[in-house]
């Protein structure tokens, strides 16, 4: 009885460090939207991702097929629910990906590693990595709930439909998996090369140590061919021919286009370069990169002696990451992928502290070796303020921002047309008037009611120059067709001004 | 440890140790790295290649220490 209620105790106890943990989590990433009171998420990319989901909400129809609407779909929905605006939904839900991203991690590891590699992995993952924080606040939102949370899961059902043979995880694996081309489009990328490297591993392995191997081959194939189903084909029926071409250009149109082949990735290179090698550690935290290095040994012991899979699939992605992240003509976007090497770098780092603490069975190397790891990992956690505020600056909606776009919601006609100099591209969300960004060209404002000059600070979001900020308020000076009617803030290129354009 | 022969098991201790010494010393420069004023551009870049070349040294002693056949 004494034993029954230790053991009760003992994941009680389990229970609480969890759930401690993703408390710590949610903290740690609604600590700046709250403190700071975001009236807008971080970064450009979210005004994207609020038009189509107020389209959705306008039409209950995501805009004509160009970006995958799963994500938006899913905030549209909360905005129903909660009747908040859809900017407002954005800005309390996208802190709430990093949760959605750490449970995965977190059951996974649990699932097949145990509960110290799971819990170890949560703390790496949702302290110390700064990915995929990064690409959350650089209003990737679609990028982490695919890549960071639904492929996670999926890999989680697919890996226990190897292990366990059950259809009910072959089915899940399909579902989940084939979810992704619905989310985010380079997402659908990465799991297709993941993919592509673990099948056939998985496949080896399977034939080599005879476990099985027809029943992992039916199992196998019978999710590729659900994902299909579910995720590639119906994205072929409604995004169209292109969107697939995308996913699928940089494999097959090898054969059928080198010259199409090399356009695209290196087109796509421009937008996220490599990262030199020498980077690595700070891209991916050099807890990371260094821990989860040193895992190589115990990985491939663990599937090359003891015979288990999820080693073998740990060594896979983390080596399959690591390729897709380097300047090859198959790598589209190795600049993003690296960020990508977060989740499986995280649950490989965990497994070599753990596997090593258990490997030194003796008290005092075990003790040297946990305090460095323990002093290694607290120096990082003891990093944590500096996040604090870290991404206020891609903020671009202050509250002078909101004085000046409110203002001129309730003090304008609603038809009224708006030339914003020299941009600002949370104007219309914001206001809901109809407007186009001038950039310094100041000529053809006459077509518009009224002409509203943004503010400047020094950031590149603003832009680092401010010269032509300047330059656009010396220009309205001396326009007869003007007529100042609102200031705010500094009556400078620091302020905001809107004019009345005399017709 | 018995069924080693003792050549066997003292290699077997010796690439044990060389993974331990070695892992000690490569967490100590990490740690020392950590702590220097800009850990990153100033500490873990400019000595990627060296940090690089320790962890391989740590590897080699790591794999050995794993694979080698132990009681």
């Known amino acids: ?268 290179n421009s937008e996220a370069p490599p990262f030199d090698i020498s980077w690595y550690s700070l891209v991916i935290s050099p807890y990371l990169w260094f821990l989860g290095l040193l895992s190589i040994p115990f990985l491939l012991k663990g599937f090359l002696k003891d015979k288990k899979a999820q080693y073998l699939f740990m060594f896979v992605w983390a080596f399959a990451g690591l390729i897709i992240s380097r300047p090859y003509s198959f790598s589209p976007l190795p600049g993003r992928f690296t960020r990508e090497l977060a989740i499986p770098f995280s649950l490989c780092s965990a497994i070599f502290v753990v596997d090593s603490l258990r490997y030194f069975n003796n008290f005092w190397p075990r003790l040297i070796l946990g305090i460095l790891i323990g002093v290694f990992i607290i120096k990082g956690l003891l990093g944590l303020p500096g996040w604090v505020g870290k991404y206020n600056h891609m903020v671009f909606i202050r509250d002078l921002d909101k004085e000046a776009l409110d203002w001129v919601k309730e003090n304008t006609p609603k038809n009224a047309t708006f030339a914003v100099a020299p941009f600002n591209n949370w104007f219309g969300l914001l206001t809901q008037r109809s407007f186009v960004n001038t950039n310094t060209d100041l000529d053809k404002i006459k077509n518009y009611d009224y002409l509203y000059i943004n503010r400047w600070q020094k950031n590149w979001m603003w832009g680092e120059d401010p010269t032509r900020y300047i330059k656009i308020r010396e220009e309205v000076k001396n326009r007869p067709d003007l007529q100042l009617i609102k200031t705010f803030g500094e009556e400078n290129e620091k302020g905001i001004a809107i004019y009345k354009i005399k017709k | 440890m018995n069924n080693l022969n003792p050549k066997s098991y003292i290699l077997n201790q010796l690439f044990k140790e060389l993974f331990f010494a070695f892992l000690v010393i490569f967490l100590i420069i990490l740690i020392y790295g950590l702590f220097q004023k800009d850990p990153g551009l100033g500490f873990f870049v400019p000595y990627w290649k060296k940090l690089m070349l320790l962890l391989g040294v740590c590897l080699v002693f790591e794999i050995l220490a794993v694979f080698w056949r132990r009681g």
């Not at chain 1, 029954?4 to 710590?24: A, D, E, T």
């Not at chain 1, 659908?188 to 034939?207: D, H, N």
């Not at chain 1, 196998?220 to 590639?232: D, E, P, R, S």
């Not at chain 1, 029926?237 to 097959?252: D, H, M, R, S």
């Open chain 1, 1 to 268: 009885m004494k034993k029954i209620l230790n053991h009760k105790s003992k994941i009680i106890n389990l229970q609480s460090l969890v759930m401690l943990l993703f408390l710590g989590i949610l903290f740690v990433n609604y600590f700046d939207v709250l403190k700071f009171k975001y009236y807008v998420p971080p970064g450009s990319d979210p005004v994207t991702h609020v038009s189509m989901t107020k389209e959705i909400l306008e039409t209950g129809k995501a805009p004509a097929p160009g970006y995958p609407p799963g994500f938006h779909y899913i905030v549209a929905g909360l905005s129903k629910i909660s009747g908040a605006d859809p900017i407002k939904t954005m800005v309390y839900f996208y802190p709430f990906l990093m949760f959605l991203s750490a449970l995965a991690v977190y059951l996974f590891a649990r699932q097949f590693f145990g509960p110290a590699v799971a819990i170890l992995s949560l703390i790496l993952f949702g302290f110390l990595s700064p990915q995929p924080r990064q690409t959350l606040w650089d209003g990737g939102f679609p990028n982490v709930i695919t890549a960071d949370f639904i492929m996670i899961l999926g890999f989680l059902f697919f890996l226990r439909a190897y292990k366990y043979e059950k259809w009910r995880d072959v089915v899940l694996a399909g579902i989940i998996l084939g979810a992704v081309p619905f989310f985010h489009h380079l997402s659908s990328y990465l799991m297709t090369f993941l993919l592509i490297c673990i099948v056939p591993s998985l496949l080896l392995f399977g034939f080599i140590t005879k476990q099985n191997f027809k029943k992992k081959l039916q199992i196998i194939l019978t999710i590729l061919v659900l994902v299909i189903l579910i995720g590639a084909y119906p994205a072929y029926i409604y995004f169209g021919k292109g969107y697939l071409e995308q996913i699928a250009n940089l494999f097959i149109a090898h054969a059928a286009s080198l010259k199409g082949f090399i356009w695209r990735s290196t087109s796509l």
